[in-house]
């Protein structure tokens, strides 16, 4: 191992990183959806002109990447990696507002319940979630983290198997792909574990299939449906009541 090599790497992401206008793009693009440069530079409050020099930044520093539809020009998170960084570095940045509006405040509450961390569930309702599925025995979470330093895995039960198979959730698959299985990552507000992984990734999008969730309008929080407060009390004893 070259410490300088690693070093370098390490300072060019740290410098990708160090602009507030690249930092709210990243976290823009959280949401797991894909941005055009236009509209990461409208949501960070900067001129469309000097989008360009800020988004290829982050691609060269492989924490973006873009593709090309017609003449628009695409931007997503390079890799979950990368989402899992930037929700433990927001642990130590967690805003303190002056004066806050009520929109705000509304806006404020209605993510740290329940929000997108990229393609998996985050927030109050994330981590109940996983301390309902390990409680029932269905995950199994590592006391350590993985052998590279990753975050602490997760291992899927019997039991587990039966109940994500039940869901719909294709586990042969997922254990074909090359993204590991489950982890679980250090939620930002809640300073507790929500689950992520391939399988975050396929509960979430299953979860949107059966109608128990819905993205709100203009923003990475979540809405619980009724149907999806109904099914996962039934399922799992969970009553994800949005804290007022």
């Not at 689950?195 to 109608?211: C, H, N, S, T």
Request: glycine share 10%.
């Amino acid at each position: 191992m070259d410490e300088r090599e690693d070093g370098a790497r390490l300072a060019r992401v740290a410098s990708a990183l160090s602009d507030a206008s690249r930092a709210t793009m990243l976290l823009c693009l959280l949401d797991g959806r894909a941005w055009t440069p236009a509209e990461l530079a409208d949501r960070a409050g900067i001129a469309r002109s000097t989008a360009t020099g800020h988004v290829n930044a982050l691609v060269e520093a492989g924490l973006v990447s873009d593709r090309r539809a017609g003449r628009h020009r695409y931007l997503t998170i390079a890799r979950p990696e990368v989402v899992a960084a930037i929700e433990a570095l927001s642990t130590f940045a967690v805003p303190a507002r002056p004066g806050p509006t009520l929109r705000s405040v509304h806006a404020d509450r209605a993510l740290r319940h329940a929000r997108s961390c990229y393609d998996h569930l985050a927030g109050e309702l994330g981590t109940e979630l996983l301390r309902a599925w390990v409680s029932r025995a269905l995950l199994e979470v590592e006391d350590a983290n993985g052998p590279d330093g990753d975050a602490r895995r997760v291992r899927l039960t019997a039991a587990g198997e039966e109940w994500f198979g039940d869901l719909g959730i294709e586990l042969d698959r997922l254990a074909r792909g090359r993204r590991q299985l489950a982890l679980v990552c250090l939620d930002w507000t809640e300073r507790r574990d929500h689950l992520a992984g391939a399988l975050g990734a396929a509960f979430m999008a299953r979860a949107q299939e059966l109608g128990w969730i819905g993205r709100r309008s203009g923003s990475r929080a979540i809405r619980v449906t009724e149907v999806g407060t109904r099914e996962l009390e039934e399922r799992l004893g969970l009553r994800p009541v949005e804290r007022r």
